[in-house]
């Protein structure tokens, strides 16, 4: 595997540019970190430097995220969608097992193409929402298909934005409770992929190195947020998440 002592200066300036815009995105919309680094690292490591890398300034920030109303809100947030956290834990640990034997083009197309065709439904004004009625059960089953795709790409954006949106939940506790799911989601992917072998010794000085412009984008996209409405700030949820889809599927083609 690659380490940051491989790198040059020019993919130096690439890599910290990829983590301020990453970091800028989720300030604004809450989440797509992990989309944006997994997928702007990916044109200069492979993608399991590129999920190593995500790790930790997904991590931090999310904390930040999740803290902004304080730790009592915070709380609040994981006891509200503590059964969707659970069950979406419990599976991402299995799954992070399978990255080191899944083919590169069918990560990026297993996580692009289910991305892109939520986002592509809200855009053209068809949001994919959790069935009337469907309560825990359907809150449960969010959780196996978040844990799924976290577990061999870092990414809960997607089910847990549907989610979210399908529970009418209101901006600002929104981004908390997002904060609230991806810190502990990472947790669980620090660990799971600590065993893996994805987060070594090669790979963490890259993924602590990316905190610091992650950081710095992250405080420039709460800015942002904190002045747009509802309804701009859903619009703007679901654009980044259809590019982010189709720059994926069209990372998973080419290296078929």
Known sequence: ???VLQFAPGTWALVIGVALVAGLVKGVVGFAMPMVLISGLGS???PEVALAALIFPTLVTNLWQALRQGWRAAWESIRAFRLFM?????????VAQLVPHLPKSLMSLMIGVPVTLYAGAGVMGRPLRLPAGAGRRGEAIMGVVAGFFAGFSGVWGPPTVAMLTARGTEKAEQMRVQGAIYGLGVVALLGAHIVSGVLSAQTMPLSVALVVPGLIGLWAGFRISDRIDQATFRKATLWVLL????NLIRRGVLAI
Do not use: C, Y
Not at 86 to 94: A, D, R
Not at 243 to 246: D, F, H, K, R
């Open 1 to 3: 595997m690659e380490t």
């Open 86 to 94: 659970g069950v979406g834990l419990v599976v991402l640990v299995g």
């Open 243 to 246: 590019i982010a889809g189709l």
């Open 44 to 46: 200069v490591v492979s």
